[in-house]
């Protein structure tokens, strides 16, 4: 694999489009492409989209049903929900530790733990 040794690298015009011509062959992967080359297989996206060769792109599609799509949508908006729910649990208790702190100092204890085991507020 390719290892940054310290040079810069320079490949000419003819060897990138070799490269893009063996891979739109269909014979190798784009991975065994760089190993054979010695070219990182990111450089080789960059020489796709340098010559404009969406065609070599991976390219990802993906099927879903209505079900699968309002599920999905569902799903997105308990998470958002939960997530608000997380926010306010979260505010609730920073409000709740700061009204202890305050009732700590004004009664005279040294700190909250004091109050808690006073009140028998489990820590």
């Known amino acids: 694999m390719y290892k940054n040794d310290g040079y810069v690298r ?20 784009k991975r065994q492409i760089a190993l054979t080359y010695g070219v990182q297989s990111s450089t080789i996206n960059e020489w796709i989209r340098k010559y404009d060769r969406k065609d070599l792109m991976n390219t990802s599609v993906t099927v879903q049903t209505d079900d699968e799509i309002s599920r999905i949508k569902a799903l997105q908006k308990e998470l958002k929900l939960l997530k608000e729910l997380l926010i306010k649990k979260d505010l609730d208790k920073l409000i709740n530790d700061s009204y202890l702190e305050v009732a700590a100092e004004k009664l005279g204890y040294k700190d909250v733990s004091e109050l808690k085991k006073k009140l028998n507020i489990k820590p």
């Open 10 to 29: 320079r490949y000419s015009e003819s060897f990138k489009l070799k490269v893009l011509d063996e891979l739109a062959k269909g014979n190798h992967s």
